[in-house]
């Protein structure tokens, strides 16, 4: 009786395990960012406030876990001894980052692969614009370039340019913010949807290092690289302006939407309003 009753144990652990195996890993429960704030340039005092506010959102929202690298070494599909993580353990990356990180090619194919193919999700936070000027493919996924910011941090004069648009329909539609706003080249508005502005009929224009003669001065937009979803805010450079409500509600749409949880949002070009 008892050899009957073990083999009938067995073969019930054995089918067990088969149908595990045959259903292949468990989906994880929630998903996952990398959030980077590696610096080759400029540092950012406000880095460390932007890597745990990502944290934050995520976990007091439940949406997803945040794993904070000071290092590329996860962006790569090699796969990594021990516990270190690679591409395939997350649903989007975070940038806060300056200068030419060291990706070497497989990184930086992967990276776009990652993106462009697998539809994942990027998020670049103001100084992301200021990362990889020598890898001109970086730029056509961000979007655009650093170039220069012509009133320091200042109180910006904002518009929202799609006040209904999930990630920014929260903000009034004409506000003031206390940050640096970047000036961007390699930048066009048809390949994006820009969600906020600068107000140009309230800008000091004859600053020196303005150079966008067509007085168009985006913050924050959205765009479709591939497969992949994409969204940047010029807003970060204060410590001040990662703990703004308003803009950590921006944050949680933006990474929301890159992660692909709830419904999908508008992404397709929109006129600048003329008033500007």
């Known amino acids: 009786m008892r050899r009957c009753t073990f083999f009938v144990a067995l073969i019930a652990v054995f089918a067990l395990a088969t149908v595990s195996f045959a259903q292949g890993p468990r989906p994880r429960s929630k998903k996952r960012v990398m959030a980077v704030g590696m610096t080759v340039g400029f540092y950012h005092d406000s880095t460390t406030e932007a890597l745990m506010?990502?944290?934050?959102?995520?976990?007091?929202?439940?949406?997803?876990?945040?794993?904070?690298?000071?290092?590329i070494e996860a962006i790569t599909k090699i796969k990594q001894k021990g516990n270190k993580k690679n591409l395939d353990d997350f649903d989007a990356i975070f940038f806060m980052t300056t200068g030419e990180?060291?990706?070497?090619?497989?990184?930086?194919?992967?990276?776009?692969?990652?993106?462009?193919?697998?539809?994942?999700?990027?998020?670049?936070?103001?100084?992301?614009?200021?990362?990889?000027?020598?890898?001109?493919?970086?730029?056509?996924?961000?979007?655009?370039?650093?170039?220069?910011?012509p009133w320091n941090t200042f109180d910006a004069p904002i518009v929202v340019e799609d006040p209904t648009h999930p990630m920014v329909r929260h903000f009034p539609k004409e506000f003031t913010l206390k940050d640096e706003i970047y000036q961007?080249?390699?930048?066009?508005?048809?390949?994006?949807?820009?969600?906020?502005?600068?107000d140009a009929s309230k800008l000091d224009l004859s600053k020196p290092n303005v150079k966008r003669a067509d007085r168009d001065?985006?913050?924050?937009?959205?765009?479709?690289?591939?497969?992949?979803?994409?969204?940047?805010s010029t807003l970060g450079h204060t410590i001040e302006s990662w703990r703004d409500p308003r803009v950590q509600k921006m944050w949680l749409e933006g990474i929301r939407w890159a992660l692909k949880i709830g419904p999908d949002v508008p992404t397709g070009p929109i006129a600048k309003p003329s008033s500007e």
């Open 101 to 149: 990180l060291p990706l070497n090619d497989e990184q930086k194919a992967s990276f776009l692969a990652f993106i462009r193919d697998e539809g994942k999700g990027f998020v670049g936070a103001h100084c992301a614009t200021d990362t990889f000027y020598q890898w001109p493919e970086y730029g056509e996924m961000l979007g655009g370039y650093f170039d220069h910011h």
């Open 53 to 71: 506010t990502v944290e934050k959102l995520g976990r007091e929202s439940g949406l997803w876990d945040t794993y904070i690298y000071t290092d």
């Open 184 to 198: 961007f080249k390699n930048y066009n508005r048809d390949t994006m949807r820009v969600l906020m502005a600068l």
């Open 217 to 232: 001065f985006a913050v924050s937009w959205v765009k479709r690289f591939g497969e992949g979803r994409v969204f940047y």
